[in-house]
């Protein structure tokens, strides 16, 4: 030590002399191996996420009896119920439930981790089961400090654990390090909470199904030092409730309904007196409100077509707050609407959303807005990282300013950021997407999807989009509202007049690094392709307009590349090679997963 050193003068201390290099910069294994959690997890599915900053929570002094009872039974530790199964009907106040939950148990410490399920939000990823166990293991990591290691370790000898089934990832990543930990613990602790919210929103069925079954039997394993409980939210969809009904998980999974037991109207009258009155004293036409406003009997029309939905109010609260229009005025417009009584059991929201899109000043625009922006809840598959303010306005041929503008009428149901469109409520695709209850507000209307795909063969032919553009709607957007299209005018076809399919496959592959090598993207170009095949032997059979003769050779070039790339085993029968669309055919089956 210190052997070429000269004139060193040190007072006490303690050495160690210490052979060989040492890196101080050596990255801890509980850091590696959480850094492989990383490109997993959805951090917008966590009740913090910045994209959630405003998302609904319990009103002050509402829902008192339901949150007492949750964390009553979280409190118990004699209780062998380890999950709950929260449900109840859209708009009935699950998710702000949950959240305040979330927002209560973290204050406590008791919070490890929690999954917002969301098929609106911007990040398809949130709809997505891949991504759960990930999402919920990264904060368990971050909130119970003793078993980052752990976790990190079980990532660092096996790193294709998430190519694993659902079971094997929960008792890998959760279950067996709280096992471990707990041995090591010798005072027990009062359960901590797993939230699992808006399980229907979840795009895989199947899935929703094997989430609870493998959750509610992991939870039911933690039973030790550590205790844990889960708390599901979702709507009674009919395969979920299955689940939850399976005799093999009742010992161990309690239901709470929200329904009429727990009398939702005192609390809607406490949530809209109070936020009407913040309107009436915040309004900037406050100074001709009269301090009565609204009247008792006003508060109680309300209540009354709330029927028990918090997202009723909470839009007619919206809507009346806007500075666009006088309080009183859109009050009484509210209460003198009439709903469809053959439309049950949401006919007041869906007067209520009927009224402000019959209000706006294009309801077709604004449509054919809202029906890009649902892609992702039809088919998911838009890329979260693309600017869908621009990419809408080059796809209608509007600027950015443009498309928010229009949808400057809908402000009470719909957020507009610098990028993106966000739906306020689940409700909204489900009006939007049912024709009975939507009528002429049917976003996926026969018309409405044939002007967008007309759209997307205009823009790609003028090279209106940028290459990575390009590739998101050829391997998406076409193949989207070509499945979406039940009868294609010959609007349709003349649109293929001008279109260079040969040049757009070579961009799309340019950017996508080829088209056939997602499941998604190879299901998309599938219904591209079909599509193309039933128009073109309709419009011999029918005599209308043919698609180009042009466009059917480009396309047999590409066919005929991509037979050649498919499998060496995968034999082309010889009576196919004349046939181009008996070989898209075979090319469609050979590169979708159905």
């Given at each position: 030590m210190f052997s070429r050193g000269s004139n060193l003068l040190i007072n006490g201390g303690v050495f160690h002399h210490i052979e060989g290099n040492l890196n101080v910069g050596a990255q801890p294994i509980a850091d590696k191996g959480i850094e492989l959690l990383i490109s997993k997890v959805v951090a917008g599915a966590f009740h913090t996420a910045d994209e959630n900053y405003d998302a609904p929570k319990c009103h002050p002094n509402t829902r008192v009896a339901i949150l007492d009872e949750i964390m009553a039974w979280l409190d118990d530790t004699n209780d062998t119920h380890r999950a709950m199964w929260m449900r109840g009907a859209a708009g009935a106040g699950k998710s702000a439930i949950a959240r305040t939950i979330a927002q209560m148990c973290d204050e406590q410490g008791r919070l490890s981790a929690s999954f917002f399920f969301s098929r609106t939000a911007s990040d398809v990823r949130r709809s997505d089961e891949r991504y759960l166990v990930a999402t919920l293991a990264y904060q368990m990591a971050e909130n119970i400090p003793e078993i980052r290691q752990r976790i990190s370790t079980a990532l660092l000898s096996n790193r294709f654990i998430f190519d694993l089934g659902l079971d094997a990832q929960i008792y890998k990543l959760i279950v067996t390090p709280l096992a471990q930990l707990s041995e090591s613990c010798s005072i027990s602790i009062l359960p901590k909470l797993i939230i699992i919210d808006g399980l229907d929103e979840c795009h895989n069925k199947d899935a929703q199904n094997a989430i609870v079954n493998a959750f509610v039997a992991a939870i039911a394993r933690i039973n030790h030092n550590l205790p844990h409980k889960l708390l599901i939210a979702s709507r009674p969809e009919q395969n979920i409730q299955s689940a939850c009904g399976d005799r093999d998980l009742s010992p161990f999974l309690r239901q709470l309904p929200l329904d009429d037991s727990w009398k939702p109207d005192n609390d809607i009258r406490r949530f809209l007196v109070d936020n009407l009155a913040k309107i009436r004293d915040t309004h900037p036409l406050r100074n001709i409100i009269p301090l009565d406003w609204p009247p008792p009997c006003d508060i109680d029309k309300l209540v009354k077509k709330s029927s028990g939905q918090f997202i009723y109010a909470a839009t007619v609260s919206k809507y009346i707050k806007s500075p666009r229009q006088h309080p009183l005025e859109s009050l009484r417009t509210i209460i003198e609407l009439v709903k469809d009584p053959k439309n049950r059991p949401y006919a007041e929201l869906d007067a209520l959303y009927t009224y402000i899109f019959a209000s706006t000043e294009d309801s077709d625009l604004v449509l054919q807005i809202l029906r890009i922006h649902l892609m992702p809840v039809v088919t998911p598959i838009v890329d979260s990282r693309i600017d869908e303010i621009d990419f809408i306005g080059r796809l209608l041929d509007l600027g950015a300013g443009k498309v928010k503008l229009a949808l400057t009428d809908?402000?009470?149901i719909v957020e507009i950021t610098s990028s993106q469109i966000k739906f306020l409520h689940a409700s909204l695709p489900d009006f939007l997407l049912d024709e009975t209850r939507a009528g002429r507000f049917y976003a996926n209307?026969?018309?409405?999807?044939?002007?967008?795909?007309?759209?997307?063969?205009?823009?790609?032919?003028?090279?209106?989009?940028?290459?990575?553009?390009?590739?998101?709607?050829f391997n998406n957007v076409f193949g989207h509202f070509a499945e979406s299209i039940r009868e294609a005018p010959s609007e349709i076809h003349a649109a293929f007049s001008d279109f260079d399919i040969k040049a757009s496959l070579k961009v799309a592959s340019k950017f996508g690094g080829g088209l056939i090598k997602s499941n998604v993207k190879r299901r998309n170009m599938a219904s591209f392709l079909r599509f193309i095949l039933r128009e073109h032997r309709k419009s011999s059979s029918f005599r209308?307009?043919?698609i180009p003769l042009k466009v059917i050779g480009q396309l047999q070039e590409w066919i005929s590349d991509q037979l050649q790339k498919l499998p060496l085993d995968m034999a082309i029968p010889n009576y196919l090679e004349s046939d181009p669309f008996a070989k898209s055919s075979l090319l469609c089956f050979a590169t979708?997963?159905?």
């Open positions: 809908i402000s009470s209307s026969n018309s409405i999807c044939v002007h967008l795909f007309c759209r997307c063969l205009l823009c790609i032919s003028e090279y209106k989009f940028p290459g990575g553009h390009s590739y998101v709607i209308t307009p043919p979708s997963n159905y």
